[in-house]
């Protein structure tokens, strides 16, 4: 009686060791800039509708916990962020784009958090399809700024993609 009651703890708790742990899920919400201006510069700002797109950037996201913001180093992406940045009270940290280390640097800094990301109309699906390890998504047509991809990642590879749309149609 004894023996079996001993391999029984022993095999319970060789089964409870295979229990596998629960996977973190960190979420990207990435966003191209909003509408442009025509300056000649490559650094313009937003126009009026670009600002309009800002805010409801916040708004859409006034009732979700964000740890993170980052934009690239331009105007337009840090004015798209900045008032959902101010609504938050959170810094705008600039990132360098379509660099794989610097997004697993993201990703491992503010895992199992929330980050905003804004980025433009080609570094957006990058990193979409970066985190996806595969090329599913193209660059976003000229025209086109109102999408919200939102990208729930375990790790490289492992990641799940909801494509979302907001304020007014860009196209």
Known sequence: MRKTLLVFAL???LFAGCTPA???ITTFILVRHGEKADDGTKDPDLTADGASRANELARVLSETDIDAIYST???RTHET???TATAKGLPILDYAAMEGEEMDKILNAHRGGTVVISGH???TPWT???FLGSETYPEFESSDFDNIMVLSIIEKGNAKLTWLNYGAASH
């Open 11 to 13: 095999l319970s708790a």
């Open 22 to 24: 629960p996977q973190t």
């Open 73 to 75: 180093p331009y105007k």
């Open 81 to 83: 962020v900045e008032p």
């Open 121 to 123: 109309s080609n570094t």
């Open 128 to 130: 979409v399809n970066y």
